[in-house]
C-alpha cells in the first residue's frame, strides 16, 4: 500500500535514520506517512503510537533491526500494521492480542523468532502474513472458525503442531500457506467447507492421513493439484497416490 508524501517527512527520513521523538510531530496524525521503500535504518521507534489517528503503519521494505515496540498495539484506529522485508528481532509482542477491529498483520521476511503468544487468538487478523521467519510452536490462535481471516501464510518457519485441530472461517478463507515447516497429524475434513478458498498449500510438512475430498468451491472448477501436498510424511488420496486399506 503507498501513501502521499506528508509534510516534513523528510526530516525522518535523512540518512534513513529515525532521528528522535520529535519527529513524530512532523506528520499529520489523520493520514498514515509513507515511509515504505526509504532505506531507513535503525529500530521501529515506540514514539510512533503518538500518532493517535494513524490508521494503517506501513514501515515495509527498509533496513530496520531491533524489536518490534510493544506500544504498536495501543493505536485505537488502526486497521493494519506492515513490518515486512526488514531485519527485525525478538517475538511479536503479546499486546498485540489487544488489537482491536479488523486487523491486517503483516511481518513476512523479517527475523523474527520464538512462539507466537497465545492472546494473539483475541484479535481478529484479517490477513496473517508472517512466512519467512523463524517461529517456533504453535499457530492454532490463527485457525478459529470465529475469525474472518481471508489471508493466512506462515509459510517458512519452523512451526510445529497437530493440524487436525485447526478450524477455518468457511466464508472468508480465500488464500492458505503453511507450507515448509513441522506441522503434522492429517488435513481435517472440514477445510472442504472453505466455499472461497483459492489457494492452499500445504507441502513440505509431516501431514498425513488421507487428503479430505468433498470441496465446495465456489471460484475453482477444480480441486487444488498435487503441489498443494507434496513432501509431507504420509498424505494420500487423490491427487497424491492411492491410500493403502
Known sequence: ???????????????????????????????PPTLNWNSLTGS??????????LWFLDLSFNKLSGTIPASLSTFPEIIGIDLSRNQLTGSIPESFGNLKGNIYLVLSHNKLSGEIPASLGNANFVRVLISRNNFTGSALMF???????DTIDISRNNFAFDFSEASFMADTLVDLDISHNKIWGGIPSRITDC???QSLNVSYNRLCGEIPSGWKLKYRSQPFDNTSYLHNRCLCGSPLQPCKR
Do not use: C, W, Y
Open 44 to 53: 521501529v521507534p515506540a514514539f510512533l503510537a503518538r500518532l493517535k489517528k
Open 195 to 197: 466455499v472461497v478458498l
Open 143 to 149: 485457525f478459529k472458525a470465529s475469525k474472518t481471516s
Open 1 to 31: 500500500m503507498n501513501f502521499k508524501p506528508i509534510g516534513r517527512e523528510s526530516e525522518i527520513a535523512t540518512h534513513g535514520i529515525f532521528k528522535s521523538q520529535d519527529t513524530a510531530s512532523a506528520f499529520k496524525s489523520q493520514d
